[in-house]
């Protein structure tokens, strides 16, 4: 059997989640594993996804009705897809757009979603975390094709280059009518997407105000040339914006050096955080729970703390 990979990408570029989706893909061990690119010009992305180790094939479908990857349509499209080529395992990284997608596919399909898998333990048993990432429950599914979302920070991610995959295009499918594009608010930010970046600061409760939120993180950042994330609870002061969020309610992050700020380390933010490589506390409460996650904590005022590590960096 076929694995199916839904590859997530703004028509020009494949987006690093995908990556990731790809090395669950091959774990799963059923065979050749096929990557689905749906867009309008996305050949630039289709060519790219070629380039990706592991990969077998590329099917490219590309259509206006794609232009804004409407989630009715994207599942339509995987729908009519999977009746022509029965694919024993159709993945979508569990992103915002992932997630969108995927339980329509499933409910067509008639079958039981497995959401964010960390770990493919064989073809048709997995790991997913439960309670806030404080259990992980194996699940095993009979169902003929499984609908999988995948959590990218339980994957490494393949290799960018050295694939050699065909691409096939095909014809897209027609709009489905039921919704319909408007327009979008796009925020621009000149620093690495929270979900892909190699360096976070965060920024908790801790810090009291925005105007300090934003005097005390963004030297850090900009030094480390970093992503900058928050608290739940820094989000709900409106210390920070809400795409800043890190945490089982925000993004779930795993970058190679994580640096919490005044924040205490609730399991809701843990549960977003703790597959960091390397995690640097700064807390002056020395029984904040973030120290039992933390590989280095240190116990000082962040006020003072944050601004000397600036002058050091």
């Known amino acids: 059997m076929t694995v199916l990979v839904i590859a997530e990408h703004d028509n020009a570029s494949i987006k690093g989640a995908t990556l990731n989706t790809v090395t669950a893909a091959v774990a799963c061990g059923a065979g050749d594993v096929h990557v689905l690119v749906v867009g309008h010009n996305a050949g630039p992305a289709a060519a790219a996804a070629a380039h990706i180790a592991g990969v077998a094939k590329v099917i490219h479908a590309d259509s206006e009705v794609h232009a804004h990857a409407l989630a009715e349509n994207l599942a339509a499209q995987v729908l009519a897809l999977q009746a022509a080529n029965s694919y024993s395992h159709i993945l979508f990284a569990a992103t915002a757009a992932g997630k969108n997608a995927s339980p329509r596919v499933a409910a067509k399909l008639d079958v039981a979603q497995i959401s964010e898998i960390s770990k493919v333990v064989s073809a048709d048993t997995f790991e997913r975390p439960i309670y806030a990432g404080n259990a992980i429950a194996t699940v095993q599914s009979t169902d003929a094709t499984k609908v999988i979302t995948v959590r990218a920070t339980g994957f490494d991610a393949a290799a960018a280059q050295g694939g050699g995959a065909a ?147």
Request: hydrophobic share 45%.
């Open 167 to 313: 691409v096939e295009t095909i014809t897209a499918v027609a709009d489905s009518g039921k919704t319909a594009y408007k327009g979008s608010e796009i925020a621009k930010n000149d620093r690495p997407e929270l979900t892909a970046a190699k360096i976070i600061v965060s920024g908790g409760r801790a810090l009291g105000s925005s105007e300090k939120f934003n005097e005390v993180m963004t030297p850090l950042a900009d030094k480390l040339g970093a992503a900058i994330g928050a608290s739940r609870a820094a989000v709900d002061a409106g210390y920070a914006a809400n795409d800043l969020q890190v945490g089982q309610t925000g993004k779930i992050v795993a970058p190679q050096l994580y640096i919490a700020c005044g924040i205490s380390g609730a399991i809701q933010h843990l549960a977003g955080m703790k597959d960091s490589k390397v995690i640097v506390a700064i807390n002056k409460d020395p029984e904040a729970p973030i120290f039992s996650v933390a590989d280095y904590g240190l116990e000082a005022d962040l006020f003072a703390a944050v601004p000397e590590l600036v002058k050091a960096l």
